[in-house]
């Protein structure tokens, strides 16, 4: 039963990765080519950014680990850092609310944040 919940586990940090790559690389680019205009617009993405570099970082520095107890108390604090960034991904929404061109990743990219962190539970 251990060995299952530790294969899961495992299937938590491969997604846990990805997005953190694919949300660090699609944001970077959305705050550097298109809301480079206003730094209030661009808060929110380099928040993303970095939260998603320092989940990274955190998941490197823990790679050896392979303990159930171990894999789960990593897993608590990305998605800790990940419930952080759906509150910078408010933030955008209610500041980049009036501006269309600027508010269109706002919903789409705090649905992929509350399905990142529900994956922390399924």
């Avoid at 808060?43 to 303990?67: E, H, K, P, Q, Y």
Wanted: proline share 1%; hydrophobic share 60%; net charge negative.
């Amino acid at each position: 039963m251990e060995d299952k919940s530790i294969v899961r586990e495992l299937a938590r940090r491969r997604v846990f990765i990805f997005f953190s790559i694919a949300i660090a690389i699609v944001f970077a680019v959305d705050a550097i080519l298109v809301e480079s205009d206003n730094l209030t617009f661009m808060l929110d993405d380099f928040g993303l950014v970095g939260l998603s570099i320092l989940s990274l970082a955190l998941m490197a520095i823990w790679r050896n680990r392979r303990s159930l107890k171990e894999l789960r108390s990593q897993h608590n604090i990305i998605a800790a850092l990940f419930v952080i960034a759906v509150l910078f991904k408010i933030y955008g929404i209610v500041v980049e609310m009036g501006h269309s061109e600027d508010f269109g990743d706002e919903i789409p990219g705090l649905i992929i944040l509350l399905t990142v962190v529900l994956n922390r539970f399924v």
